[in-house]
């Protein structure tokens, strides 16, 4: 598997994690590190001229090593800082779910996206995890709660109840209907039978009415994307999927976060 560290209501904005962490100062490492290059290249070339590595090294020699590096540090920084990022924008349900879903599916035949940031219409919607397969793409909602649930696939608002309180909170499975038909959009090549719903709840909360279809526990949705067995996409698809999620999710950045909130914020009026 590989892993990319990648709201119908006003509620999915609150659910951005209140630990967000400062982002990192890469694009500045970059700059220096990109300038120590072209400082380098400059004296080489500049040696070489004056006969002192000329006689060694080849002249095209450098522009092609600066070529490698940058192409290696521009790799670098998309795989490796942008999965810190996501994973620095994940609450603990959402950590969890990627590193069972990591541990359960690490085949090139699943690609797992965290996080991530759509354009949809005039408005944003975020997704918590994508799982792209040969198997189906699972747009994947998780709620990491504790207590009794109560809940109806048909209901606005989904109830917890815990031994001090009851929270009313809005029906998960509407919240991510948004999230589905962002994906669906945007990969418009891929059937809609292909792109399912999948709500997980991942904490200790116990169901006190029947689990509506498509909502699961964790280990629940470990067993239900096994049994998803029959080939829908190609890899060269599921890499083609990959490839326009990619593209099209904005930055990860406590920024970005901060303007999809402010604009639930706008469409269904401030929280009470």
Known sequence: MYVEYVAAKVDDAFEVPLNLSEEYSNGAVMRFLF????????????????????????????????LVVGFALGYWQRHSVDKRNARSFQNGGEALLTQTLTKNFNTEDYHLLNHITLK??????????????????????TKDYTGWIFGNANHDTWTQATYRDKFKFQNPIH?????????????????SNAIHSVVVFVGDAEFKTDMPAGVFTLPQLVEYLK???EE????????????????????????????HVQALRNRYGEKN
């Open 35 to 66: 300038l120590l290059l072209f400082f380098f290249v400059l004296y080489s070339l500049n040696s070489t001229k004056s006969g002192h590595l000329g006689a060694l090294i080849p002249a095209f020699v450098y522009p092609a090593v600066t």
């Open 227 to 229: 049994g998803c067995t």
């Open 175 to 191: 919240q991510n209907y948004l999230h589905v038909k962002a994906v669906e959009q945007l990969l418009d090549f891929v059937p």
């Open 120 to 141: 949809h219409g005039d408005t944003t919607t975020q997704v918590d995890h994508i799982l792209v397969s040969r198997f189906g793409v699972f747009v994947i909602e």
């Open 232 to 259: 829908v996409l190609s890899l060269n698809r599921v890499q083609f999927c990959v490839g326009r999620l990619e593209t099209a999710r904005l930055k990860i950045s406590k920024q970005t976060d901060l303007e």
